[in-house]
């Protein structure tokens, strides 16, 4: 059985940079596609980014591309998603995902391709 704990959430003020960490409990973390979504109230889950299990090539979407950078260390079972140029428009629950995978396929941008999440960690940007 997995569980994920998301940490590094709280209130920044634009322009800063902050550090999400995901902490994985289950085996084979190797073996697990993490992702990383956010969610404002009343809005669906939004896709921002994926690692496979070599760390590679991970995906981005657009919105943060540029800005954000996933991470893992496999030997810690942990993930991280570093936030960097924050505005208001960031601020969002944030929740890490993990899904059996190999590599990196079109459908990892989307929920169900976890099975398995967090219970999220709250981002807020505000002056």
């Known amino acids: 059985q997995v569980q994920l704990k998301e940490s590094g959430g709280g209130l920044v003020h634009p322009g800063d940079s902050l550090r999400l960490s995901c902490d994985f409990e289950?085996?084979?973390?190797?073996?697990?596609?993490i992702a990383w979504f956010r969610q404002l109230p009343g809005k669906e889950r939004e896709f921002l980014a994926a690692v496979a299990g070599s760390g590679r090539d991970p995906q981005y979407a657009d919105a943060v591309k540029g800005r954000f950078t996933i991470s893992r260390e496999n030997s810690q079972k942990r993930s991280y998603l570093q936030m960097d140029s924050l505005a208001p428009e960031d601020t969002a629950v944030y929740y890490c995902?993990?899904?059996?995978?190999?590599?990196?396929?079109?459908?990892?941008?989307?929920?169900?391709?976890?099975?398995?999440w967090g219970h999220g960690t709250q981002v807020t940007v505000s002056s």
């Open positions: 289950g085996s084979a973390f190797s073996t697990y596609i």
């Open positions: 995902a993990a899904g059996v995978g190999y590599r990196l396929y079109p459908n990892s941008i989307r929920t169900g391709a976890y099975p398995n």
